[in-house]
């Protein structure tokens, strides 16, 4: 009587087209997590700069971005206070970098203090730039 089944060799076989088409395809997933990361801490941080403009002037005081860029937190303040938070680093896995320490948003909307402020954001081998003109204008 001839029982239904694989063979051992049949088993190994599939098993092995199964492992290298997985390591063929493992480093494409982790770049579009990587990927996906990054572009969502920079729409999160040119979310944060949008806020803040938009503070300053419903508010008519003074609002500042600033950056933690060794704890990879973004802090938006307004008259002392901390108005929003976001632990970066902790969220999306990523390194953030900027040339200056913090923006800030006068009472008309414009940025000032700054000098083309460039924000980098990080992770594995991809990178994003997210950057404020003078005229407090953000693009990335």
Same mark, same amino acid.
């Given at each position: 009587?001839?029982?239904?089944? @694989? ?15 997985l ?11 990587? $990927?996906?990361?990054v572009? $969502?801490?920079?729409?999160?941080? $040119? ?13 008519r ?12 937190t ?17 969220? @999306? ?11 800030? %948003? ?5 940025? %000032? ?19 404020m ?8």
């Amino acid at each position: 009587m001839r029982r239904a089944g @694989y063979t051992l060799l049949e088993l190994m076989v599939v098993t092995t087209i199964a492992a290298l088409s997985l390591a063929l395809v493992a480093p494409r997933f982790a770049a579009l997590r990587d $990927g996906a990361s990054v572009r $969502g801490a920079v729409a999160e941080i $040119g979310a944060a700069f949008s806020m803040a403009r938009q503070a300053a002037i419903a508010r008519r005081t003074t609002v500042a971005i600033v950056f933690d860029t060794s704890g990879g937190t973004l802090e938006v303040r307004s008259a002392g206070h901390t108005v929003w938070r976001r632990a970066l680093r902790s969220m @999306y896995g990523i390194a953030l970098g900027a040339n200056r320490d913090s923006a800030v %948003y006068d009472a008309r909307g414009l940025g %000032y203090g700054v000098s083309n402020l460039s924000v980098t954001v990080r992770r594995g081998a991809l990178a994003d730039t997210l950057t404020m003109s003078r005229m407090g204008r953000v693009r990335w």
